[in-house]
């Protein structure tokens, strides 16, 4: 079992920025693919970025890409995202994905939500 906590929403202005953080449990952290998606309100959740447990390098939706950036600390068991030039379409409850080696389905957070104004 994994849990995962997010931080750092709130309400910003067009423009503006934030970092999400993401703190999971467990002791092989390092091992696990870590994620971002959000959810606006009447849409389904959709992928924002993703950094896998390899060197690979991260993955990004093309909505956010140069404008979001995702990294991960794996002395804290945290990974960040970090938002620059938000946009009022980037409004969204926020939610961390991890997903363990071998694990069939992922654990998500509760969410976090960001609202940015125009």
């Known amino acids: 079992q994994v849990q995962l906590v997010e931080s750092g929403g709130g309400l910003v202005q067009a423009g503006g920025s934030l970092r999400l953080s993401c703190v999971a449990s467990g002791r092989t952290f390092s091992s696990y693919g870590m994620g971002w998606f959000r959810q606006a309100p009447g849409k389904e959740r959709e992928f924002v970025a993703s950094s896998p447990w390899s060197a690979s390098s991260p993955n990004y939706a093309s909505s956010v890409k140069g404008r979001f950036t995702i990294s991960r600390d794996n002395a804290k068991n945290t990974v960040y995202l970090q938002m620059n030039n938000l946009k009022p379409e980037d409004t969204a409850v926020y939610y961390c994905?991890?997903?363990?080696?071998?694990?069939?389905?992922?654990?998500w957070g509760q969410g976090t939500q960001v609202t940015v104004s125009s």
């Open positions: 994905n991890a997903r363990p080696p071998g694990a069939t389905v992922p654990y």
